[in-house]
């Protein structure tokens, strides 16, 4: 189960260049059920993603780059590329704030993952964390990689 606020960001953290990032790029290969390729530097990853906001069902499975190569022949969606920085908060808890380059560059969203919901709705955000948008659609990996970046 994976349990995560996302918000818009009002201004990156002035020390970003400390923390190291991953390069990622991700597609659907469905979007109902969601089923989403990514490459995470040389590391690719199979997701099949449950529905809800706050909460859902994730199932991860590594694949190689030629399952990769081979599967992102059926993608339904153009790709999204970004840097995801993992910035430790408080009491153990990480941001990953996502810089989109390609179609989507200028967006900037964070997400934190969380053990239960009460966590999650208790949680107290840093300054720099904008808008919380983890109720909003528009702003799920999926739309944004079908429509861009919301208006």
């Known amino acids: ?8 960001v009002k201004s990156c953290p002035s020390d970003i260049e400390k923390y190291s ?5 991700q597609t659907y290969i469905s979007t109902s059920p969601t089923i989403r390729l990514r490459r995470e530097n040389e590391k690719f990853v199979l997701t099949v993603k449950g529905s809800g906001l706050l909460s859902r069902e994730e199932f991860e499975l590594e694949i190689t780059k030629e399952q990769y190569d081979n599967l992102i022949l059926k993608r339904e969606t153009p790709f999204v590329v970004k840097k995801r920085y993992k910035i430790p908060l408080y009491d153990n808890l990480v941001a990953e704030l996502d810089v989109y380059d390609g179609e ?4 900037k969203t964070v ?3 969380f053990n239960t919901e009460s966590e999650a ?8 964390f904008g808008e919380d948008v983890t109720m909003d659609r528009r702003y799920k990996n999926t739309s944004l990689s079908i429509y861009g970046i919301p208006k």
């Open 1 to 8: 189960m994976e349990i995560e606020r996302k918000f818009l």
């Open 21 to 25: 990032f991953i390069s990622m790029e």
């Open 104 to 107: 989507l560059k200028g967006l």
């Open 111 to 113: 997400e934190v993952e």
């Open 121 to 128: 709705n208790g949680f107290v955000s840093p300054s720099w």
